[in-house]
């Protein structure tokens, strides 16, 4: 699987960006698809997860209420759309693909990763 992250760019604060994961190669049937984000100094954290095949999601404590994550079976595309968005969500977000169970597997299990498009949030 081939993943492709977009979006990223720099917004004011209580502004809103949708990141886009486009992904490639292979059916994402039974994967668990995530949103990752890593910000300067500071370990990569888990942002929200879709399944794939059934549409469950789950959102992390720290953006819950201000993220939204989607997808577009037909373009084999994954979607964070962020609102109210804040100085401290400045990072580089990342998409994977993860045939373990989201958030509960480590980073180092899953199995495919985006490259990463950054977001910048001014205050």
């Known amino acids: 699987v081939q993943l492709q992250a977009s979006g990223g760019g720099l917004v004011q604060a209580g502004g809103s960006l949708r990141l886009s994961c486009a992904a490639s190669?292979?059916?994402?049937?039974?994967?668990?698809m995530g949103w990752f984000r890593q910000a300067p100094g500071k370990e990569r954290d888990f942002v929200g997860h879709?399944?794939?095949?059934?549409?469950?999601?789950s959102i992390a404590d720290s953006v819950k209420g201000r993220a939204t994550i989607s997808r577009d079976n037909a373009k084999n595309t994954m979607y964070l759309q962020m609102n109210s968005l804040k100085p401290e969500d400045t990072a580089v977000y990342y998409c994977?693909?993860?045939?373990?169970?989201?958030?509960?597997?480590?980073?180092?299990?899953?199995?495919?990763w985006g490259q990463g498009t950054l977001v910048t949030v001014s205050s």
């Open positions: 190669g292979r059916s994402l049937s039974g994967y668990d």
């Open positions: 994977a693909a993860s045939r373990l169970p989201l958030p509960t597997t480590r980073s180092s299990n899953i199995n495919y």
């Open positions: 879709i399944n794939w095949s059934t549409g469950t999601t």
